[in-house]
């Protein structure tokens, strides 16, 4: 007698053997030439293979009515299969899932983030705080205490007896206004060098500057590149002491400053050449 994980199977239709083989039902081993029918017998059971079985035996499972047939244009639907179950079931598992709250976990930073979904990871963390801080950057209105900058290309030299320190080159000059004063000394060189670099290089096309070896120096020929960051480089040169709201108390006034981005004297001589 078959088991009945024999008997709770699904079965192929319309098929032929590709080779010859054996029947494998238990009780039959008829001999399947290549071209006659045979048919596939899967199991349900999880993890036991299927069979391929001879016409006759095809005809034994399709008679029995543990076994279903796999749905074609020409079929009819399974009666065995209520729709109506299927969707009470899947209702149920979603009012199930909806009623669990989803799981929360605690991060170095203090924030909480729920389920890891597919495609994210820990470096999403923290997108919220960050689209929140770009976003008030973005919209935040202009800083009220700002200053102006005269920013210069000059080469290293000139008349030191004079006071002069550097001789310009190429009438390299460009004015920025309404600069934070709250601008830093590694600050302020970045924006030299991204304001004057590509006038240097149109000056002389081709010519391999060595970028790295410029020096920004304020109007007070001060190498900026000595100051520490997170220090307000020209701040305290805008206050002064007011003389209409008292002796003790200081007000903010814009200023115009020069920055020069200083070409070494080595590096000039061989251009020079």
């Not at 597919?118 to 923290?126: D, E, I």
């Not at 770009?134 to 290309?153: D, G, H, R």
């Not at 000056?203 to 001060?222: L, N, S």
């Not at 003790?248 to 814009?254: A, G, P, Q, V």
């Amino acid at each position: 007698m078959a088991s009945t994980g024999e008997l709770i199977t699904q079965f192929t239709e319309d098929a032929v053997a590709d080779q010859e083989r054996t029947c494998q039902r238990p009780s039959c081993t008829t001999k399947i030439r290549k071209g006659d029918p045979c048919f596939h017998i899967a199991t349900i059971v999880p993890g036991k293979a299927g069979r391929f079985v001879c016409g006759p035996c095809n005809r034994h499972y399709e008679r029995k009515l543990a076994t279903g047939v796999r749905p074609t244009g020409g079929h009819a639907p399974n009666p065995f299969i209520d729709p109506h179950i299927i969707q009470q079931s899947v209702n149920a598992a979603q009012r199930s899932s909806s009623m669990q709250p989803s799981p929360v976990i605690a991060t170095s930073h203090g924030h909480r983030a729920g389920p890891s979904l597919p495609g994210y990871s820990a470096n999403h963390v923290m997108y919220g705080a960050e689209r929140e801080r770009w976003a008030k950057q973005a919209y935040s209105t202009p800083p009220v205490e700002t200053i102006n900058l005269e920013i210069s290309a000059v080469q290293e030299g000139g008349n030191k007896r004079k006071g002069g320190h550097g001789l310009s080159f190429g009438n390299i000059c460009e004015g920025k206004k309404d600069i934070d004063t709250q601008i830093d000394a590694p600050q302020l060189i970045t924006l030299a060098l991204e304001t004057v670099r590509p006038k240097i290089l149109a000056f002389a096309p081709g010519f391999p500057w060595h970028e790295d070896e410029f020096v920004i120096r304020d109007g007070g020929w001060v190498d900026l590149s000595n100051h520490p960051p997170h220090f307000a480089h020209f701040y305290k040169q805008c206050v002064q002491p007011s003389h209409t709201q008292g002796p003790r108390t200081s007000i903010f006034k814009t200023k115009q400053f020069q920055l020069l981005v200083v070409v070494p004297m080595a590096q000039w001589d061989e251009y020079e050449l």
